[in-house]
């Protein structure tokens, strides 16, 4: 059983979590606090596994709160505010949870404590740099183990139970489908725009109508933006658009 307390000065955000841990059979909340000064009296005289953090409170913020703490449990921080979340991962918060919460990305949240208490873990104030995101994957190609970076993408394209990762250097031809490798790529950084194609947002040069450009070999490159992935790059240029 993991002891959880929920520390936020928001009474509708502590109702929101506590609904939320109460869903959770592995999850028993031992109390909710308004602030970091109740927080500090809990973890006195409890024992506590995992502590919801708001970052955000009056008198002495969650990430102050936290590098006060010698001996802190398992911290998942939680705020409205999206600009704090390398500083919480900077002090090795176990994830970062942006409000409004919703229960999907909280059972995201409540399976990584259960797999990290399961095996002991305990986060401290020292960065580690050992979870941070890679730069790079594998993929079988040529009866090997090809390594890939994600900024050498240009765009991946499928061929039926194959895919084509094509890079400035050259190809690498993968037996697995576009949904499977869709997964693995980083959110954000590669968008599905047909589906035939993903490709890398860092590389796309310009929106042509239904064509997205890129520039392959310094020659511009167009692949077509299929029907159903419309609305989703049009989001991404609004998103961008000055």
Do not use: W
């Not at 589906?195 to 310094?218: H, P, Q």
């Amino acid at each position: 059983m993991i002891d959880v307390i929920i520390v936020d000065d928001e009474p509708l955000a502590q109702d929101v979590l506590e609904t939320y841990v109460s869903k959770i059979p592995d999850f028993n909340l031992v109390t909710k606090c308004n602030n970091a000064f109740e927080a500090n009296e809990a973890l006195k005289n409890h024992k506590i596994d995992l502590m919801f953090l708001d970052i955000q409170m009056p008198q002495l913020t969650g990430t102050d709160f936290l590098k006060t703490l010698e001996h802190p449990p398992m911290v998942i921080f939680t705020t409205a505010y999206p600009n704090f979340a390398v500083e919480g991962f900077e002090l090795n918060a176990l994830d970062y949870l942006l409000k409004p919460i919703s229960m999907e990305r909280f059972m995201k949240a409540a399976n990584k404590a259960i797999a990290t208490h399961a095996k002991g873990g305990k986060v401290s104030a020292i960065p580690d740099t050992s979870e941070k995101a890679e730069d790079f994957f594998f993929v079988k190609a040529d009866k090997k183990l090809m390594k890939v970076a994600y900024e050498d993408i240009l765009y991946i394209e499928g061929l039926k139970d194959y895919v084509i990762i094509r890079m400035e250097t050259g190809r690498i031809i993968t037996l697995q489908t576009m949904k499977s490798l869709e997964k693995k790529m980083p959110t954000g950084r590669f968008q599905r725009i047909h589906r035939s194609y993903i490709v890398n947002v860092d590389r796309i040069r310009a929106i042509d109508g239904n064509m997205v450009e890129l520039l392959e070999k310094n020659q511009p490159k167009k692949l077509p933006i299929g029907k159903n992935y419309r609305e989703a790059i049009l989001a991404l240029i609004n998103k961008n658009r000055l």
